[in-house]
């Protein structure tokens, strides 16, 4: 079955930067785009970026667009996404989502708490 396992969320200072990566199994990842998404309490979840199955084509929300660049192993069955320049309003709850033959698959989350 499909699994999304994300890493890397943590605390960290305005103008700080983490990276998150999404570790995908049960399906052939290489075939598929992959996204990052977002939510904070009481808000829908956003998009932040997506990235097509082989990497050629990224798209970013405008809000993150120059300070996060979405990237994919396929070797790895992984996806990441380095966040640069940090802002108190990219806290929030990071999810690594694909869609496959219809249905939508989500990973458990990783916590990304920008604060000083």
């Known amino acids: 079955q499909v699994q999304l396992v994300e890493s890397g969320g943590g605390l960290v200072q305005p103008g700080g930067s983490l990276r998150l990566s999404c570790a995908a199994s049960g399906f052939t990842f290489s075939t598929y785009r992959m996204s990052w998404y977002r939510q904070t309490p009481g808000k829908e979840r956003e998009l932040v970026a997506r990235i097509s199955s082989r990497g050629g084509t990224t798209e970013y929300t405008d809000s993150v667009k120059g300070r996060f660049t979405i990237s994919r192993d396929n070797a790895k069955n992984t996806v990441y996404l380095q966040m640069n320049s940090l802002k108190p309003e990219d806290s929030a709850i990071y999810y690594c989502?694909?869609?496959?033959?219809?249905?939508?698959?989500w990973g458990q989350g990783t916590q990304v708490t920008v604060s000083s």
């Open positions: 989502n694909v869609v496959k033959t219809r249905s939508e698959y």
